[in-house]
Each structure stands twice: as structure tokens, then as C-alpha cells.
């Protein structure tokens, strides 16, 4: 690829620096993560105007562009489709990496079936009934009898259920992820809490924009968007040490660490705040865009 050389003083945006903020832009970006909902497109998932024109440049000029989300791969490619763009991505936090429309993963990171049952008994004696997400082309998800989740999606989710039940999934299948969406704010921060100090699993929030409340998903140690990111980089011959990353929910949060420069929209978590070298206006505003004024590329 053709990286972007940035020289001479930096320019003037909207965006302003993060108070806790000690890093500077490295002088080439090798590479762009972005979050998706409430970052590159807002809650009803539609990209601002701005934001498809930023992309364009980033494309003509050669920068690539990778998605980093808490989604399905299949939930996410329809908003992408809608939108006119079609990006490679990170998928279920860091779970799966695969370039759009494909089924064979740059980057894949399942749980061992011991872990994946473990993980579903300590659930089940929560109470909780989940989605487990699993590795397959065709239909995905794996559902409880009556899963703790926004209703809506149960119906949206539908044509992809497959017709096993949760312990025979575990046990026999590649699972890459459990999942609650919509959930209450005190009552999923007090179950990630609670799983990943009896399971080997981590535990990653997001604000979801879609249904309300939360997002939560449990994944294999080790796996985060970050590490997705890493293997992306490794697969594409990119310098992981130059990239700039951008979400607004604490499961970014390691995403932005690893980067070597974070941005947050302005809604972002206090957590994604908190690790951001600059804060761009929000997904709705096309805030997005100011990232082709850091880079110094012109029509933005």
C-alpha cells in the first residue's frame, strides 16, 4: 500500500485534544479502525454525507479502512450494503476477522469446548439464557429457551437461528461468542462481573444504540478488537505501530490503547473518553470526517 505521509504543523478541526491525552500522530497511518455503531454510523445505522465522502478519500488515497465491532459479520454487511461500502472487519469484538462477504477468516479465536461449557454452566446457574454465536457460513446462532435478550432482535436474528440446543452447541460446535443485547445497565455490569471471575472469559460492554441498554458479550481470553486489529495488520503486511483507531464504547477501549493515535466521538463512554488523543463531534454529525483533516488529505 501507499501510506500517507503527514508533515508540517497539524490542522486546525473541531476536534479537541483529550485532557489526559500524551500521544501525537505518528507520521504515516498505515492503517484506520473504526467502530461502527454510534461511531461510523449513528443509531439508526445510517453514515453521514460527510462521513461516505471521508471514506471515499481514504480509498482514492490508499489508506484501508477496517471495522471493529461487537456485531455479526451478517448483521453487519446489510447496514454496510445500505450504505454504499463495503469494509473488512473484526467481527463480535475481536472474535473473528473476515474481509466483506467472505467466509474464510483472516482471523479466528473460539473458545476451547471445555471453556464454552463452562462458561454456559456458570450462565445457567445465573439464571441467564444467552445467544451463543458460532462459527458457521450459514446459519449462526444458537438460542436458550428463553434467552435474555431484546425481543426484537430475537426476531431480527431469526432466519440465522440453528435448531440445537445450547449444551449440544458447546460441546460440538466452534463457539465464538455469547451474547445479551439490551439488557439493563446495574444488571449486565454485575454479570460480566460475575462470569468472568467463575469462567474463562472476558467480558465486553458497549452501549447499544440499537435496542437500549447494553451490549454484552463474553469472549475467549484473549481475544479483544485489538487483537483482531494485530492480525489484520500481520496478514496485510501493515505497521501495527501506525494506526489510528476511533470508537465511543468501552468495549473499544483496548482497541484504542493498542492504537498509535485514538479518537472518540464526542457521546463517547467516560472510558473511551478518558484514553482519546483527540474527540471528534458525534456519528450523526459526521464527526468521522475530521479524520481526513488529522491525516492532511484535502476534500473532506
Known amino acids: 500500500m501507499r501510506p500517507v505521509s503527514v508533515s508540517g504543523p497539524a490542522p486546525t478541526l473541531s476536534a479537541v485534544p483529550c485532557a489526559m491525552a500524551d500521544r501525537t500522530l505518528p507520521p504515516r497511518i498505515d492503517l484506520v479502525v473504526t467502530d461502527l455503531d454510534g461511531t461510523l454510523w449513528d443509531g439508526t445505522g445510517v453514515i453521514h454525507p460527510r462521513t461516505l465522502r471521508a471514506l471515499s478519500i481514504l480509498g482514492a488515497a490508499l489508506v484501508p479502512v477496517l471495522a471493529a465491532t461487537g456485531r455479526r459479520a451478517r448483521s453487519t454487511w446489510p447496514v454496510m450494503e445500505v450504505n454504499g461500502v463495503a469494509l473488512p472487519g473484526v467481527f463480535l469484538d475481536g472474535a473473528i476477522g473476515l474481509e466483506f462477504g467472505a467466509t474464510t477468516p483472516f482471523n479466528r479465536h473460539a473458545f476451547s469446548p471445555a471453556a464454552a461449557a463452562e462458561v454456559l454452566k456458570t450462565l445457567e446457574e445465573l439464571g441467564i439464557s444467552p445467544c451463543i454465536n458460532v462459527d458457521d457460513p450459514g446459519r449462526d446462532v444458537v438460542l436458550g429457551e428463553h434467552p435474555l435478550t431484546h425481543p426484537e432482535y430475537l426476531r ?19 463457539v465464538l461468542a455469547f451474547t445479551l443485547l439490551g439488557g439493563e445497565p446495574s444488571l449486565i455490569r454485575t454479570l460480566a462481573a460475575q462470569v468472568t471471575a467463575r469462567s474463562p472469559a472476558a467480558a465486553a460492554i ?3 444504540r440499537t435496542y437500549g441498554g447494553l451490549h454484552l458479550s463474553f469472549r475467549a481470553l484473549g481475544v479483544s478488537k485489538w487483537a483482531g486489529v494485530l492480525a489484520f495488520c500481520a496478514a496485510r503486511g501493515l505497521d501495527a505501530g501506525r494506526v489510528l483507531a476511533i470508537g465511543d464504547s468501552d468495549n473499544d477501549v483496548e482497541l484504542l490503547e493498542g492504537a498509535g493515535f485514538a479518537l472518540a466521538v464526542a457521546d463517547a463512554s467516560a472510558a473511551v473518553l478518558a484514553c482519546a488523543d483527540q474527540v471528534l463531534a458525534p456519528a450523526s454529525e459526521g464527526g468521522w470526517a475530521e479524520i481526513v483533516e488529522l491525516l492532511g488529505l484535502s476534500g473532506g
Open 156 to 174: 431480527r436474528v431469526g432466519p440465522w437461528v440453528r435448531e440445537e440446543d445450547p449444551w449440544t452447541a458447546v460441546r460440538t460446535l466452534s
Open 206 to 208: 458497549s452501549t447499544d
